[in-house]
Structures are given as C-alpha cells and as structure tokens.
C-alpha cells in the first residue's frame, strides 16, 4: 500500500486538500535530481508530527488526500505543464486546494495556469532565490529559469510579490524591483505581506533555494545567504492571515544531501505551508 504524506489518504476522494508530486526535473541547468524530491518529502514527513507548535494547529483537522506522483515525460516541458494545468484543474474544480511537490520550479506554471483560470483577480507570492525571469533559457521559452516571466505573460507583474530573491542578471533584478546592491536578500516580511491584499486569492510557490544552503543543501542551485527557518515561521504566521489557494514546495534534490535532512526540512515546510491554507477555521 502506497503511504502518502504524513498519513495522508492515497486516493482521490473528496478532501479539503490534495496532494500531487510532478516527479521533473528536465530543465535543471546544474545540478538534477528534483525529480525524486516528492518521494523524498513524503519519506521525510514521517519524522514530523502532525502538529505545529509554531501555528498552533494540527494536520489532523485538516481533510488530505495524497494523488500521488503525476507520470511526466521526461524531457518534454512544455508537455509537463500542460499535464499539471489539466491534473489541477480536475483537483480545484471541487473547490478542494492543490498542494504540490516538485519536481524544479517550471511545475509552478502549470499549477497557476490552471488557478488563474478560476481566480483571474489572484496574487503569486514568490519564495525563492533567484529571479527565474529570463525570457528565454539556452533558446528554452519554458524552464525554471523562466517560469515567472511565463507566469508574467498572463498574470500582470504587479501582482506578483517577492521574498529571499538575491541572485539573477542585473536585468531580472532591476524588473523584480531588488534594491541594488544587496544587502540583505529578505526585505521587510511585514512590509511585503501588509502590501498584498489579505482578501484576495494568493498562490505560494516556494523554492527550497530560498533558503540557506547551510539549513538545506540539498537543491540544485544553492545560494549563500539564504533565509532561516525562523525567518520563514514568521512568514507562515503572516500567511495565516491571507486566502492562501494553494501552493507548491520545489527544487528539493534529495540524492545532493545525504544526511537526508534537506528532505526532513522540505517536509516541514510543507506541513506549515498546509497549515496555512485558508480552508482551516481561525
């Protein structure tokens, strides 16, 4: 019997939550391996609790069903993202939130093409180190080095809001507003979340490179200075406020970290970032 995250239900009946890997990793541009990060967060989870001494509350009360890993074409972005838009779609079309794993960041398009479809008024809150904004990648439109300015071509920039970015071309940082040179690569977190409207639909994507290499090395473009668990439980707490819609957690490269605590880590973000969607009672 298949054993899904933290004891979540392996199956597809109605839930409040469910739970898909996107087991791809077919645009990494240095070091792979993101595809086994969904098996490896699930691994992971089973050193956790299900309860959150930092929120207060316990995945118990929250109704999960695990979907299990999407079968993606190896090579084939493009295909990949169309896979996820309509596996999401089908998730969302009973007002149940999706959650996903990852797989590299380029997952993320097809999770907001599909929301954005149902809540064109959404906002997208970006965990992450690097800009992904290049419009096109080694002659790639499609890729996790692109997949915010794919996300900019339907979804207007203003709406997308940052956390932790501190590396990119001069170009990308310029246009996703870091103030240069870098001092620090977490602005205000209360400033940033006081701007996005805690009424209206928000979308998390979190990239593990967001955090510091020394917390989670196992990713495929770490950065130093990076941003501390502490950081990110006071983000989690101010994200409690928001209409979280659904989010993702990717660029986990478990085989990079063999101590296996990047996996552990991963997990741990996950289980914060469930118990922030607004489908559980204030």
Known sequence: MALGYLGAACNRSPSQVALLGVPFDGTSSFRAGSRFGPQAIRQGSYSLETYSPFLSRDLNDLDITDWGDLEVPPGNALRMVEMVEEEVSTIIATDTKPAVMGGEHTVTLGVVKALFKKYPNMRVLQLDAHTDMRDDYLGEKISHATVIKRIMDFLPADRIFRLGIRAGMKE???????????????????????????????????????????????????????????????????????????????????????????????????????????????
């Open 172 to 282: 990308e940082l310029e246009l996703a507003g870091v103030e240069l040179p870098i001092d620090s690569c977490l602005r205000d977190i209360t400033g940033v979340m006081n701007s996005i409207p805690a009424d209206v639909p928000l979308y998390v994507t979190c990239d593990l490179d967001v955090f510091d290499p020394s917390l989670i090395p196992g990713t495929g473009n770490p950065e130093p200075m990076g941003i501390t668990y502490r950081e990110f439980i006071q983000l989690i707490r101010h994200l409690s406020n928001h209409q979280i819609i659904g989010f993702d957690v990717v660029e986990l490269a478990p085989e990079l970290d063999s101590s296996g605590v990047s996996s552990i880590v991963a997990a741990s973000v996950f289980r914060e970032l469930l118990l922030s969607l607004s489908v559980l009672e204030r």
